[in-house]
């Protein structure tokens, strides 16, 4: 071999060896860049876990702290923003109080008005209760289901921020001697399709189905243009199926809408809820509460005067004096009679969310109702014993 063939070879191979080289080095600095950008965004990660962490802290065992693992779908607001909006929760501000505790009128910076609802240290509720209520609700968008805007938890305070609405709740308008007057029966037919299409909306149709278990006037809203909102899901329950029914040892709500198999024995499912709403579709047309009801006549609470009505063929007669000259006798007549029907003994006998939306709307003939449950108040010293007897615990929450 000549020398100029050796160096030549010499030369590409020295070729190959530094492009070899330069290939390695490339690939060696990409492997580099790659671990590098995979522990970074580890490490992004842990932050970011760390840091939703420090937003809902885990709920230990003296219930110091709540762990909200849907927190992430609602804001946080500030202690500070709060106070500030609420004027330090000034008692001008305070616009009702429930078993979660008091309820505040608020403005934002940026003029929204919000109601917050503030658990109070002496609250029958707890954080169980708050925790239940952002995880049912956060989930939940109907037009007829109060918004929940954000929460807060700082220190010890537990606050959830609502749209606020204008005119409050439906009872106070139902059994105030004023404001009666305001709910001609068009307004209260409107609000009766609204609750019902709401609870239709937690039973079947929302994204979790839902059993509220406090449905009662004080725990309707009414906006502005007087459209209902179902609010307080602090004791609501989760449930698969429609026959689905669970127990409990420890009743809470409010006596007038407990269903009986749930005061007496701690079972409850959806046919609660619709005894509920039976209850509140009568007070809506009569404009009297179901418990303390009284008649000269006789010791029965409104759904027995009801019933007794509905015997006679003289339901009219139930409905309240202030809605005479602007009802629709059918609508009133039906309204009743659907009402009757939710507020059954027996949960088989009641319908469904669906069929009581769809005999409010229709013009068929209805079922006959069976003899309600609760009808005197008795019923409801009975059920104080039976109660007692079987270690139930039953909790009053009484409405705003």
Known sequence: MSTSQLTESQFSFNKKKGVLAVVLSVSIAALLLFAVAYACRKKVKRL???????????????????????????????????????????????????????????????????????????????????????????????RNLVKLLGFCIQGNERILIYEYMDNKSLDSFLFDETNCSMLDWPRRFHIIHGIARGILYLHQDSRLQIIHRDLKAGNILLDSEMNPKISDFGLARKFVGQDAMAKTKKVVGTYGYISPEYAVHGCFSIKSDVFSFGVVVLEIVSGKKNRGFSHEAHSDNLLGHAWRLYKEDKSIELLSAFVRNSCVVSEVLRSIHVGLLCVQHHPKDRPTMLSVVLMLISEGVLPPPKQPAFFTDESYREVDTVSSHEEYTITLLHAR
């Open 48 to 142: 970011n876990k760390k840091g939703r962490g420090s937003r809902a802290p885990t709920l230990d065992k003296d219930h110091t702290s709540v762990q909200m693992e849907n927190f992430d779908e609602l804001p946080l607001f500030s202690l500070h923003k709060i106070v500030e909006a609420t004027n330090n929760f000034n008692i001008d501000n305070k616009i009702g109080e429930g078993g979660f505790g008091p309820v505040y009128k608020g403005v934002l910076e940026n003029g929204q008005v919000i109601a917050v609802k503030r658990l109070s240290e002496t609250s029958q509720q707890g954080l169980d209760e708050f925790q239940n209520e952002v995880i049912c609700i956060a989930k939940l968008q109907h």
